[in-house]
């Protein structure tokens, strides 16, 4: 072999060599990298698929719960929208006590999308069952009302003075 020739193959293994070390650094700095962020980023996105498909489960299984429910509960979802009528809440009130005062507080507070009333009951029972029994047929009326505490309860000659806060419960109409 000539110099020449031997020269050509030194030149061509340098190059080839270089060539290899071009590629090599290549993978080494891109594609190694890239390979790493991409099972990286496969692995979160098989777990955000598994979340996913787990909160669709959870969300399935709440709308079945809540449709069961408003079905169970349709009447008392209807009461938020009924207006509270104070007459029909005083009739009511006569079944179980006498001299029956009812006076609207101005406060009205919003909490949840629900307007509150407030209202303040002055009652005279002969027994304090009446009053428990009172409590038990609040559920029957067409608006949603709640006893507050303190209850006061003071003896009177024959019969027992209840004065106590109640709240009326409606939903807030939204505007169009």
Known sequence: MSLVENTKTLKFA???MSFLLIVMLFVFIFVI???KEYKTKKAQYISLQKNKL???EQKK???KKLSFLKKENVDAI???SNDFNQSEFLLFSKKFFEN????HIKNQKTENGLEIYKFTADFNAKTPIRFYNFI????NLKSVVKINFPIKLTSEEKSIKLVFNMSVYRLKHKSK
């Open 61 to 63: 299984e709440l709308e």
């Open 100 to 103: 029956i005062k009812l006076t």
């Open 14 to 16: 340098i190059f080839i």
């Open 54 to 56: 787990s909160l669709e």
């Open 33 to 35: 990298p890239g390979i």
């Open 78 to 80: 209807k009461s938020f």
């Open 136 to 139: 038990d047929g609040l559920k």
